[in-house]
Nanobody, 122 residues
Framework: QVRLVESGGDSVQAGGSLRLSCVAS??????????IAWFRQAPGNERERLATVEPSGRTAFADSVRGRASIFQDNAKNTLNLQLNSLKPEDSAMYYCAATLTKRCYTWVDYWGQGTQVTVSS
């Protein structure tokens, strides 16, 4: 059974930074046959894909966070971290970790975490 658990969400001031973590069980981040992604969803908005770690190891970022976001893995802890800098009020949302257990990263999601809340005040 695959389980994804996010943490690190917080209330911060605009301009600040946060590091969100996603701990996986049932899959290993070192296995290069599937995709891990970060999404977010604000009330009234559609869920937005922010960053996708592809089987090749390449990470693709959405325009909304490119240049402010980075991804890094801690394989010993099976943790994928999303670092967000220069936070803006419009970054406020629930942030989700997701896994797709095929190489078709952008077609569907097989597993979701429960989410972690980020609130950015101006």
């Amino acid at each position: 059974q695959v389980r994804l658990v996010e943490s690190g969400g917080d209330s911060v001031q605009a301009g600040g930074s946060l590091r969100l973590s996603c701990v996986a069980s049932g899959i290993a981040y070192t296995y290069r046959d599937y995709c891990i992604a970060w999404f977010r969803q604000a009330p009234g908005n559609e869920r937005e894909r922010l960053a996708t770690v592809e089987p090749s190891g390449r990470t693709a970022f959405a325009d909304s966070v490119r240049g402010r976001a980075s991804i890094f893995q801690d394989n010993a802890k099976n943790t994928l971290n999303l670092q967000l800098n220069s936070l803006k009020p419009e970054d406020s949302a629930m942030y989700y970790c997701a896994a797709t257990l095929t190489k078709r990263c952008y077609t569907w999601v097989d597993y979701w975490g429960q989410g972690t809340q980020v609130t950015v005040s101006s």
